[in-house]
């Protein structure tokens, strides 16, 4: 079994447990899973949610059980939102959540890379509380392809958990849970061309560090 399937595997048997919820988010009551998907939003995009456009199509790298892709599809019926994610059975909970949402869909993809979608589809593409858990490889793959498939003057947000100093003991490839930790220069330099940065948001040794680009 090739690494990547392990990582199908693991996060298939978390959103498989009846502590899902709890897994991912560390909240366990829905309503309040639910409602945490705005408020983790307006830490992606603390200037809010006016700033898309109406007809604008959005990416959600990672989007476990839908928490955020749900909380900004209600918010915005006008924006066209695209939840993926590698495992099969957090796609299946997150589009049975959502069945009420003609803007919101749902893909499986293969955990590194964004194949099912063409290039120049999205304008733009965030990703919270994923890439930390992701072997650095694999987090790099996935940035080139999130710039593939962002349109030209795109915005892209990731967000990293941040230390001061670099991590010394890294956690083995097929460890899914464990803190991949970035510091600030380690975050910015995922951002090549075209990709052009923006801004950070954060201190190192912060749970959330963002790094903001736009595509040139």
Partial sequence: MSDVEKMKQYWNKVGAR???NWQIAHIADDQDFAQSGLQSLQKVFPQ????????SRVLDIGCGKGRL????????????VVGVDVSNNMIGLATAEAEDLLNLSYVTIDGV????????TFDCIYSYIVLQHLPRAVVKRL???AVRVLKPGG??????QSKAKAQVEEPADTDFRRIRYYTAAQAVALVAPPLTLVETRGTEGMHDFFVVTTKV
């Avoid at 892709?69 to 066209?80: E, G, I, N, P, S």
């Fill in 18 to 20: 009846d502590d899902v």
């Fill in 48 to 55: 809010g949610l006016a700033e898309f456009k109406p007809n």
């Fill in 69 to 80: 892709a749900k909380a900004l599809a209600t918010a915005r019926r006008d924006v066209r």
């Fill in 113 to 120: 890379s964004l194949s099912p979608f063409a290039a120049d």
């Fill in 143 to 145: 940035v080139t392809d």
């Fill in 155 to 160: 915005t892209f947000v990731f967000q990293v």
